[in-house]
């Protein structure tokens, strides 16, 4: 079970009704089938079609939407497009997101006091956006580039989404659930895994003693446990826009910053976020500023 199954089952036993968005239906299905009150629909964040169809689906049933988790994504992967040609990461954790979102916002702004949470990573101290080539079509491709672009693309959106949002009452959060040991590891090789302590059995990411989890690392249970801090605490009634680590809001640290832990400037900078939105309406040909 990865964060957003764990995500899911949190909610669930608390009374919420979930709908999760998978490309696997089948495979979600079995996972949640014990759950209640949880919903499984078809959704591929690299393809608009796809995203199109399920917030259509959920805008169908006339139902508020008082939270939006946008938990997917992909690491490290070789250079691969989706369908309109874009760097597959910057456009599954990044711009499918944005699409998702902007389709979603009816529902979003009908509940009066919803929340989105971007799920974001340390990934994002690698740097901030290219805004000249944010798909790698005149830069040689670098697959912890990608990543660390769309990891502080996704803390941007927080930002400019909290700002835009506010009128309507909803507000936006990023969060770092933590290093943890999922399927997001599949495309790191056994020597990038190797020097962070991990081996792979089976095709699973393992580390030597399961009982004795690395500071560096978290369980799956304590990743998730930020995500539905930002989701439901008090604590950020009123608040917004901002980058969450550890159930808390993260420390600003200098770009140069050597710590594993707080947010970097140019993640939360407001005119590079407000540059991001209006490259990914472009990107994206949804006019989300007329939406949002």
Not at 47 to 59: G, K, M, T, V
């Amino acid at each position: 079970m990865g964060l957003g199954m764990e995500t899911t089952r949190v909610l669930s036993n608390a009374g919420a009704t979930v709908v999760v968005g998978s490309r696997d239906t089948r495979k979600a299905q079995m996972t949640v089938a014990k759950m209640k009150n949880v919903e499984v629909g078809e959704l591929d964040l690299a393809s608009p079609d796809s995203i199109d169809r399920f917030a259509n689906e959920f805008l169908n049933s006339n139902r508020a939407l008082d939270l939006l988790i946008n938990n997917a994504g992909v690491m490290a992967t070789p250079l691969t497009r989706d369908a309109r040609g874009y760097e597959l990461q910057f456009a599954t954790n990044h711009l499918g997101h944005f699409q998702l979102t902007a389709r979603l916002w009816p529902a979003l702004k009908r509940s009066g006091d919803a929340r989105v949470v971007a799920l974001s990573s340390r990934g994002h101290a690698r740097g901030g956006i290219d805004f000249s080539d944010p798909n790698f079509n005149k830069r040689p491709y670098d697959k912890w580039a990608a990543y660390g672009q769309s990891k502080s693309a996704n803390s941007l959106f927080a930002v400019e989404l909290d700002k835009r949002g506010q009128k309507d009452g909803v507000r936006a959060f990023a969060v770092h659930p933590g290093g943890i040991l999922t399927d997001l590891l599949k495309y790191m090789t056994d020597e990038e895994l190797s020097a962070y302590g991990i081996y792979r059995e089976n095709g699973v990411p393992k580390i030597p003693d399961a009982t004795k989890v690395p500071e560096r690392f978290k369980t799956i249970e304590e990743g998730a446990a930020t995500t539905i801090w930002c989701a439901v605490s008090p604590q950020l009634k009123g608040k917004g826009g901002v980058y969450c680590e550890d159930c808390d809001i993260a420390a600003m640290v200098p770009a140069d910053s050597k710590l594993n832990s707080g947010v970097r400037p140019w993640a939360v900078d407001r005119a590079a976020a407000e540059e991001l939105w209006s490259l990914s309406e472009k990107l994206t040909s949804v006019p989300a500023g007329s939406i949002i």
